[in-house]
């Protein structure tokens, strides 16, 4: 019995741990820059800090709009816009894959 007393402890300081946001990550200068033409997100380049219900009906077809919480796939496909917003619904970044 008193092997296993320690486990909820455990399990307790785990729930207690901090997590990073991916959303929160920022990237280099020396990052390569996106490059928008593959997924056909160049006319959007430009929305980044906008309401994504100003531009949702232009998107192209293979296109996904994600939040913060949302669950997505990691299949990369090169022609499909990923457009990152934060919980308000404001474009953070554009990607393709």
Request: proline content about 8%.
């Amino acid at each position: 019995m008193h092997r296993f007393f320690p486990i909820p402890i455990l399990i307790l300081l785990a729930a207690c741990a901090e997590t990073v946001d991916p959303q929160e990550t920022t990237t280099t200068a020396d990052a390569a820059p996106v490059d928008l033409a593959f997924c056909k997100g160049e006319p959007f380049a430009d929305t980044v800090g906008q309401p994504v219900s100003a531009i949702q009906a232009d998107l192209p077809e293979r296109s996904r709009v994600l939040g913060p919480n949302d669950i997505a796939t990691q299949d990369y496909r090169i022609d499909r816009l990923n457009v990152f917003v934060n919980g308000a619904g404001v474009i953070q970044r554009l990607t393709c894959g």
